[in-house]
């Protein structure tokens, strides 16, 4: 069988999309958890805006201030992503070996 770039490309971004996939999940369940540490707090704010407790200038200090937390939280995902990355590159040149090898 001779070696057709073409279909070994196919057969590697097949392999890239296999492998973020199974990595998508978790990251977005990381994110997830992440919002809901701070679901209490975004109800307060939202309830004290519609109450009148505070105005809306205090309301988007105190959203920003939140969402600092949330975000910091969300760092890891940076590390996440690049991981994924990794194993999707790694499981590309995995596929093109096993394509180019003789048999």
């Not at 097949?14 to 919002?35: E, R, W, Y």
């Not at 105005?55 to 969300?74: G, K, P």
């Amino acid at each position: 069988m001779s070696f057709n770039i073409n279909v070994a490309l196919g057969e590697m971004a097949d392999a890239m999309q296999l492998s973020v996939a199974c990595d998508a999940g978790d990251i977005q369940q990381f994110a997830l958890k992440a919002l809901n540490r701070q679901k209490a707090a975004f109800e307060e704010l939202a309830i004290a805006l519609a109450d009148g407790d505070l105005d809306q200038d205090e309301f988007q200090d105190e959203i920003a201030r939140e969402m600092l937390v949330v975000e910091t939280e969300l760092l890891a995902v940076t590390a996440m992503g690049k991981a994924m990355v990794q194993k999707a590159i790694n499981a590309a040149i995995n596929t093109l070996v096993q394509l180019a090898l003789p048999v």
